[in-house]
Every structure is written in C-alpha cells, then in structure tokens.
C-alpha cells in the first residue's frame, strides 16, 4: 500500500516510516514559567505530532529534485490533510511543518536522498 498526505503519493519513491511523537498532556510544572501555583498546572492535550525518516530515490539528479520541489510545494503552503502510512493507519487534520533533506546526495545505479518530515494536527 501507497502513503499519502492530503491525497499526494510524495514520498513512493523509497523506503520511510512514520512515527509517532509523545501523546498525552501538556503541562506545567509547579513554580515553572508563568505558572506560580505549587501544583501542576493542566493546560491541554498534547498535539499529534508524526515524524517521518525516509529516502527518495530516482534515476537521475533532475528526477531527484523533481521529487524534492513538489514536497517543498506541499511544506510551504502550510498544506493540511489526511496522513495515510503505507500499512494503512490515517490521521485526519494534519499539517506538513517540515521537510528537511539530508546534507548529502548518494549517487551509484539511482539517486537517492534521507530526509526528515514533521506532521502535527494543529489544535
């Protein structure tokens, strides 16, 4: 099965996976920032937040950066969407925050690139 966000197969061309990020609440502890009671302060629920680690691969550098600008469209929207791992799992309402691409170019048969991608559902 093929991932997707928002409908978009971006990242195919190679291997990824998602995971993710701590869930629960987010809090203040006693005496800490604006908080000044003596006891925990509850503020909300923690975002959902998904981060992805993969590699793109393509026959050729043209090809690579073909893959990379129409990723880079999709993060500077801000584009928001399903989430769709390639088992199947989904998440409504997420937002691609960011991409980041490894500092290097691997060259051999095909091209390929790491890279990192952060999803949240912003609340």
Do not use: C
């Amino acid at each position: 099965m093929a991932s997707t966000f928002a409908g978009f197969t971006l990242f195919n061309s190679g291997p990824h996976r998602f995971v993710l990020i701590a869930l629960g609440r987010h809090y203040l502890a006693p005496d800490a920032g604006i908080n000044s009671q003596p006891t925990t302060w509850d503020r909300n629920k923690l975002e959902v937040t998904i981060r992805q680690t993969g590699r793109l691969i393509a026959a050729t550098d043209a090809a690579l950066w073909t893959l990379v600008d129409a990723i880079r469209t999709q993060a500077e929207l801000p584009r928001t969407g399903t989430l769709v791992d390639h088992h199947g799992r989904s998440w409504a309402g997420m937002t691609l925050l960011r991409f980041t691409p490894a500092d290097r170019i691997d060259r051999g048969r095909v091209v390929s690139l790491g890279y990192e991608a952060l999803y949240r559902n912003l609340l």
